[in-house]
């Protein structure tokens, strides 16, 4: 099984863009099996999926958070990253990677999640 | 706008089954929604319990079953442990719109 690591920052000013990386382990990120997808918990609330990306570089994305995300993906180094910009205290939550299975539309590995709190 | 509900509480007494619920706002679920449940538990990863409506995940126990229940997707816990105190987690994919989440159910065991 997949296994995931989110790593970044765990405090971000607001305004600031919020970067973290997600790396994989026991298996490839070239993989056609997976989606490569952000996931959030925002206090209190459910989860969100915040979009994805698959390994011929097409990505997602939530259309509520318009164009301030952005998910890339590098090959070599086996990670995929997440980008959000103008962070608010609305996005403090708990991100995770996780991977989305395309044959029976699941998710089936997660990372360990990681809080992001906004403020300054 | 789809929307995916779920109840948002329930409680079962230790040793009891309960059977959660995954509904659409508009229209019925089926098995081309490809139901899965996930089981969400603070300071946790989040865990994967089921998947295109009635798999289970690897390691999970068979207590945990996946089911369609009338125009809904089903979780039923058979044997309630206390540890199984958590929120659960639906998700359908819903036409041309990717994955959606339901808002959860929170299990408390009593």
């Known amino acids: 099984q997949v296994q995931l690591q989110e790593s970044g920052p765990r405090l971000v000013k607001p305004s600031q863009t919020l970067s973290l990386t997600c790396t994989v382990a026991d298996g490839s990120i070239s993989s056609d099996a997976y989606y490569w997808t952000w996931i959030r918990q925002l206090p209190g609330k459910g989860l969100e999926c915040i979009g994805y990306i698959y390994y011929t570089g097409n990505t997602y994305y939530n259309p509520s958070l318009g164009s301030r995300v952005t998910i890339s993906i590098d090959l070599f180094k086996n990670q995929f990253s997440l980008k959000l910009t103008s962070m608010t205290a609305a996005d403090t939550a708990v991100y995770y990677c996780?991977?989305?299975?395309?044959?029976?539309?699941?998710?089936?590995?997660w990372g360990q999640g990681t809080l992001v709190t906004v403020s300054s | 706008q789809t929307v995916v509900t779920q109840e948002p509480s329930f409680s079962v007494s230790p040793g009891g089954t309960v059977t959660l619920t995954c509904g659409l706002s508009s229209g019925s679920v089926s098995a081309s929604n490809y139901p899965s449940w996930y089981q969400l538990t603070p300071g946790r990863p989040p865990r994967t319990l089921i998947y295109s409506t009635n798999i289970r995940s690897s390691g999970v126990p068979d207590r945990f079953a996946g089911s369609m229940l009338g125009d809904s997707a089903a979780l039923t816990i058979t044997g309630a442990q206390a540890d199984d105190e958590s929120e659960y987690f639906c998700v359908l994919f819903v036409d041309s719109a990717v994955w959606v989440f339901g808002g959860g159910t929170k299990l408390t065991v009593l």
């Open positions: 996780a991977t989305h299975s395309g044959d029976y539309s699941y998710f089936g590995s």
